[in-house]
């Protein structure tokens, strides 16, 4: 089984639809990342958190809130969602250290129409 | 703001050549920086990671190296083989901050 888990692996929805993508971690990590990945424009930080019930802002939080009620998981929201928030959306995790890696899962494929 | 940039965006050589990556940073008041592996439908893999007080990091036929006062690094893959075709990125986390900055990457194919 995968360290990193996140479901769906893909989904197509409308705009306007509420949506939750879920990642669950088996690493035992306390750092969980949310990014997103556009053609031509890199990863791009949403949130991450570094505990329980801690929440952060990455560089382009707008449009999306998250939740941590857990250790090992952490879930991304989209309120209502808009065409432009079409991409590829990776959880990743990281152990405590400065110097310890991420490690990512096999990411959500979004499209919104 | 720091900024990172991967050139070539493409890049394809015959198997059996080694090749080396790069990778510039903009602000040289790094934390350390990660070169990542990223095959299609997939996630990224972690290859190696430099911390900011390190010259290289070694991995089988990998080799990364920094330098900061240059705002470069380079990912050195010896004898490439045709699994070794995949997206390349590099990530630098800024010094004082938890985040990291993703390059966009260098798409690799080896021909077999």
């Known amino acids: 089984d995968a360290d990193v888990t996140q479901t769906p692996r893909n989904r197509i929805t409308k705009t306007g639809k509420r949506i939750m993508l879920e990642c669950s971690q088996t690493?035992?990590?306390?750092?969980m990342y949310w990014y997103r990945q556009d053609p031509g424009l890199g990863l791009r930080l949403i949130y991450y958190?570094?505990?329980?019930?801690?929440?952060n802002k990455g560089e382009i939080s707008d449009g999306y809130s998250v939740s941590r009620q857990a250790q090992a998981k952490f879930s991304l929201s989209l309120e209502s969602a808009i065409p432009n928030q079409t991409a590829l959306y990776f959880c990743?995790?990281?152990?405590?250290?400065?110097?310890?890696?991420?490690?990512f899962g096999d990411g959500t494929r979004l499209s919104i129409l | 703001k720091q900024e990172v940039t991967q050139i070539p965006a493409a890049l394809s050589v015959p198997e059996g050549e080694n090749l080396v990556l790069n990778c510039s940073f903009t602000?040289?008041?790094?934390?350390?920086l990660q070169w990542f592996r990223q095959d299609p439908g997939k996630g990224l893999t972690s290859l190696l990671l430099?911390?900011?007080?390190?010259r290289e990091q070694t991995s089988g036929r990998l080799n990364a190296s920094l330098d900061k006062s240059s705002g470069r690094s380079t990912l050195y893959i010896a004898a490439s083989q045709p699994g070794d075709s995949a997206t390349y990125l590099c990530?630098?986390?800024?010094?004082?901050?938890?985040?990291?900055?993703f390059g966009t990457g260098t798409r690799l194919k080896v021909l077999a």
């Open positions: 690493k035992g990590h306390d750092r």
């Open positions: 958190s570094f505990d329980v019930k801690d929440i």
């Open positions: 990530a630098v986390r800024a010094a004082g901050t938890y985040k990291y900055i």
């Open positions: 990743a995790t990281r152990g405590q250290g400065g110097n310890q890696p991420q490690h």
């Open positions: 602000d040289s008041a790094i934390y350390n």
């Open positions: 430099i911390q900011s007080s390190q």
